[in-house]
């Protein structure tokens, strides 16, 4: 007998798994046909790990105890919570792989409150007769950004789809070849074009693009589309039409203008110390004359995830009729978010009570004493051999907005051993909480900025435990 067929006759029977005291208990009522697939997916594996294993034969009682083990913990990762929360220690304010925007309390308890019991959603109480969802939330988000009205939908791009698509009705989209953006995973503008069915008509060059150029793209009910370049900038010899001569341009050729905005500014965000000519306001966006404005709502406006759109009402009644709108609608909890972050905007008489913006406007001053509160907790704690100071840093906003810009920032460095900083920052990530900061040839590394006061008992729950798998490792050795 080959040494493979030695190896796969150890493997236990599945009657042997589901006898198992550890499992035999969580195969009843509706669990078992999951748990019997899953026992079976887990046992296919092992299978196809050991015809590529080498040394010595796995008795069958070892290979059930590494099976229930890791169908327990699968099981375990299964009907867990489906996210795991994240410490952000680099500095990315709008970061986002870590969910961007964070809510204000007022948001999460608006939104905990409409799951849990029902709502005039889709219901017009004075009338008794239905009504449309969000109307509400969408007349504050219009008032804020000086339109006449608004229509949410669930991100950006869904957002820019449904606009292009309303507005060109397949004809044809005249587009800044310097503006064709790409945005994080699979965000690309010409694909996402080329879904509404619209003749994409690119002008101009990567680095200049004049208005002759939109001019002479012209024809007969075309869509003019400017978009917000996020994630760079483009320097040197260049070109851009502002958002006014557009418009103009629009207006004279009785064409349609979109534009995307991206972020979704309402705040000013010169009060921030960040530069005011590379975001504008919503407001002053509607107020060149764009037909239609779309931005996100989980970036710099600092709520969840959204998309919403402005414009005229005719325009925007129309929307809400179009075929697709219901495809790109909200549910009840986001609304609930998105209203409690417009209210306060609303009612803030300065900087409103949001963590995005919160945290932007952090000093150096304020920075520099919340990095030496989480040194002096760490210092006693750090292996032998490793050094922790604190040092000037930089952050960035994040989320596609002023991609040039850095934030003046304080970290938390550590040096020590490469290895040892390695399996740290490794420790770090796949901890409970994660603690996701910055390794670099400097060392390992946090910045405060983004993370809270309430963060830091946290922050060092973290290190201490990342460090207490490090001696264990060690110790192994």
Same mark, same amino acid.
């Given at each position: 007998?080959?040494?493979?067929?030695?190896?796969?006759?150890?493997?236990?029977?599945?009657?042997?798994?589901?006898?198992?005291?550890?499992?035999?208990?969580?195969?009843?009522?509706?669990?078992?046909?999951?748990?019997?697939?899953?026992?079976?997916?887990?046992?296919?594996?092992?299978?196809?790990?050991?015809?590529?294993?080498?040394?010595?034969? +796995?008795?069958?009682?070892?290979?059930?105890?590494?099976?229930?083990?890791?169908?327990?913990?699968?099981?375990?990762?299964?009907?867990?919570?489906?996210?795991?929360?994240?410490?952000? @220690?680099?500095?990315? *304010?709008?970061?986002?792989?870590?969910?961007?925007?964070?809510?204000?309390?007022?948001?999460?308890?608006?939104?905990?409150?409409?799951?849990?019991?029902? =709502?005039?959603?889709? !219901?017009?109480?004075?009338?008794?007769?239905?009504?449309?969802?969000?109307?509400?939330?969408?007349?504050?988000?219009?008032?804020?950004?000086?339109?006449?009205?608004?229509?949410?939908?669930?991100?950006? /791009?869904?957002?820019?789809?449904?606009?292009?698509?309303?507005?060109?009705?397949? $004809?044809?989209?005249?587009?800044?070849? @310097?503006?064709?953006?790409?945005?994080?995973?699979?965000?690309?503008?010409?694909?996402?074009?080329? #879904?509404?069915?619209?003749?994409?008509? #690119?002008?101009?060059?990567?680095?200049?693009?004049?208005?002759?150029?939109?001019?002479?793209?012209?024809?007969?009910?075309?869509?003019?589309?400017?978009?917000?370049? =996020?994630?760079?900038?483009?320097?040197?010899?260049?070109?851009? *039409?502002?958002?006014?001569?557009?418009?103009?341009?629009?207006?004279?050729?009785?064409?349609?203008? *979109? !534009?995307?905005?991206?972020?979704?500014?309402? !705040?000013? !965000?010169?009060?921030?110390?960040?530069?005011?000519?590379?975001?504008?306001?919503?407001?002053?966006?509607?107020?060149?004359?764009?037909?239609?404005?779309?931005?996100?709502?989980?970036?710099?406006?600092?709520?969840?995830?959204?998309?919403?759109?402005?414009?005229?009402?005719?325009?925007?009644?129309?929307?809400?009729?179009?075929?697709?709108?219901?495809?790109?609608? +909200?549910?009840?909890?986001?609304?609930?978010?998105?209203?409690?972050?417009?209210?306060?905007?609303?009612?803030?008489?300065?900087?409103?009570?949001?963590?995005?913006?919160?945290?932007?406007?952090?000093? +150096?001053?304020?920075?520099?004493? &919340?990095?030496?509160?989480?040194?002096?907790?760490?210092?006693?704690?750090?292996?032998?051999?490793?050094?922790?100071? *604190?040092?000037?840093?930089?952050? %960035?906003?994040?989320? $596609?907005?002023?991609?040039?810009?850095?934030?003046? %920032?304080?970290?938390?460095?550590?040096?020590?051993?490469?290895?040892?900083?390695? /399996?740290?920052?490794?420790?770090?990530?796949?901890?409970?909480?994660?603690?996701?900061? &910055?390794?670099?040839?400097?060392?390992?590394?946090?910045?405060?900025?983004?993370?809270?006061?309430?963060?830091?008992?946290?922050?060092?729950?973290?290190?201490?435990?990342?460090? /207490?798998?490090?001696?264990?490792?060690? @110790?192994?050795?």
């Amino acid at each position: 007998m080959s040494g493979l067929q030695n190896r796969l006759r150890e493997i236990p029977q599945v009657s042997a798994i589901l006898d198992d005291p550890r499992i035999a208990p969580l195969m009843a009522g509706r669990q078992g046909p999951w748990m019997t697939q899953l026992i079976q997916t887990r046992l296919a594996a092992l299978r196809e790990g050991l015809k590529t294993a080498d040394g010595p034969v +796995v008795s069958r009682e070892d290979l059930q105890a590494r099976l229930v083990g890791d169908i327990l913990a699968r099981r375990a990762e299964l009907t867990g919570p489906g996210w795991t929360r994240v410490l952000n @220690g680099t500095g990315v *304010v709008v970061h986002t792989n870590l969910g961007r925007s964070n809510l204000p309390q007022a948001a999460a308890d608006a939104a905990r409150e409409v799951a849990l019991h029902n =709502s005039d959603l889709e !219901y017009d109480l004075a009338a008794g007769t239905r009504g449309h969802r969000g109307r509400r939330v969408e007349a504050k988000a219009a008032l804020l950004a000086g339109a006449e009205d608004a229509l949410v939908v669930n991100n950006n /791009a869904a957002a820019v789809w449904l606009a292009v698509r309303h507005a060109s009705n397949g $004809g044809p989209v005249i587009l800044s070849r @310097g503006e064709v953006v790409a945005i994080g995973g699979s965000f690309r503008m010409h694909e996402i074009l080329a #879904e509404t069915g619209c003749q994409l008509i #690119e002008v101009g060059t990567t680095n200049r693009t004049g208005l002759a150029d939109y001019a002479e793209a012209l024809s007969p009910g075309a869509t003019l589309l400017k978009v917000h370049r =996020s994630n760079f900038v483009v320097e040197g010899f260049t070109e851009e *039409v502002d958002l006014p001569d557009l418009a103009a341009l629009a207006r004279e050729n009785d064409c349609t203008l *979109v !534009y995307d905005a991206g972020s979704g500014a309402l !705040y000013p !965000y010169g009060l921030l110390g960040l530069p005011e000519e590379d975001e504008r306001l919503l407001a002053e966006d509607m107020a060149t004359g764009a037909d239609l404005v779309t931005c996100s709502g989980d970036k710099l406006l600092g709520g969840c995830q959204a998309g919403i759109i402005f414009g005229s009402r005719e325009e925007i009644t129309r929307l809400r009729k179009h075929p697709m709108r219901r495809a790109f609608r +909200v549910d009840k909890t986001t609304l609930a978010a998105l209203d409690a972050v417009l209210n306060l905007y609303l009612a803030a008489e300065g900087r409103p009570a949001i963590p995005t913006l919160d945290q932007l406007a952090l000093t +150096v001053d304020q920075l520099q004493v &919340r990095a030496e509160d989480l040194l002096s907790r760490l210092v006693d704690k750090a292996p032998a051999g490793w050094g922790g100071q *604190v040092c000037a840093g930089r952050s %960035s906003v994040g989320g $596609g907005s002023f991609s040039d810009t850095q934030l003046e %920032s304080r970290l938390v460095l550590w040096t020590g051993p490469k290895e040892d900083l390695e /399996a740290c920052h490794q420790g770090l990530r796949t901890g409970t909480p994660a603690l996701v900061g &910055r390794m670099n040839q400097d060392g390992l590394a946090v910045d405060v900025r983004t993370l809270s006061d309430e963060d830091l008992p946290l922050v060092v729950e973290a290190f201490a435990s990342a460090w /207490a798998r490090l001696d264990r490792k060690r @110790g192994e050795t």
